[in-house]
């Protein structure tokens, strides 16, 4: 198993930007997916961007140019960083862990976009 808690949400102007942190109870190095999903009120929840063992990333459409995921396994965190942002994002973003077929999740943090 592994516990996950996020940080770093926040309210922010549209075209500002926020760092999330994901920081993991033990090491991901060896976590086949780590990925960020985000919820907003009515919808369901969506995944944003994902980072593989091997450093494969992959993006939602309507991320990609904005939001840039990576890790740190020494600190055995890992990041989304998110620029340009739009109120469109406003949601609360979940961190997610995939290994041995098994999902974590931390307790999310809330990211509102607004004037």
């Known amino acids: 198993q592994v516990q996950l808690v996020e940080s770093g949400g926040g309210l922010v102007q549209p075209g500002g930007s926020l760092r999330l942190s994901c920081a993991a109870s033990r090491s991901i190095f060896s976590i086949d997916t780590l990925g960020w999903y985000r919820q907003a009120p009515g919808k369901e929840r969506e995944l944003v961007a994902s980072i593989t063992s091997g450093g494969d990333r992959n993006y939602v459409d309507s991320v990609k140019g904005r939001f840039h995921i990576y890790r740190d396994t020494v600190k055995n965190t890992m990041y989304l960083q998110m620029i340009s942002l739009k109120p469109e994002d406003t949601a609360v973003y979940y961190c997610?862990?995939?290994?041995?077929?098994?999902?974590?999740w931390g307790q999310g943090t809330q990211v509102t976009v607004s004037s």
């Open positions: 997610n862990a995939e290994e041995f077929g098994s999902h974590y």
